[in-house]
């Protein structure tokens, strides 16, 4: 299931951006952030196994970001 990331997926995504991104991971502030800026969309699996954010411009969306676990990757 996919829903909205909430304040409480931020230890989980931290995790997770650091696992995946290494040096090049949000930071705390950067994944908070993007949680609360206007326009965009941050969704997670429920067991945070994966992660994307998007922003919205009229009818464009953009994917600005996403993430998903190794063992959870190439399973379509």
């Known amino acids: 299931?996919?829903?909205p990331a909430t304040a409480?997926?931020?230890?989980?995504?931290r995790e997770l951006e650091l696992e995946l991104?290494?040096?090049d991971a949000w930071s705390?502030?950067?994944l908070v952030e993007e949680l609360?800026?206007?326009g965009r969309r941050f969704v997670v699996t429920d067991?945070?196994?994966g992660y994307a954010v998007t922003t919205r411009s009229g009818d464009m969306v953009d994917l600005l970001r996403m993430g998903v676990r190794p063992d959870f990757?190439?399973?379509g």
Do not use: C, T, Y
């Open 47 to 49: 067991d945070v196994s």
């Open 21 to 23: 991104f290494g040096a």
């Open 36 to 38: 609360e800026a206007p």
């Open 28 to 30: 705390d502030q950067s």
């Open 1 to 3: 299931m996919i829903r």
């Open 73 to 75: 990757q190439r399973q």
């Open 8 to 13: 409480a997926d931020l230890p989980a995504l």
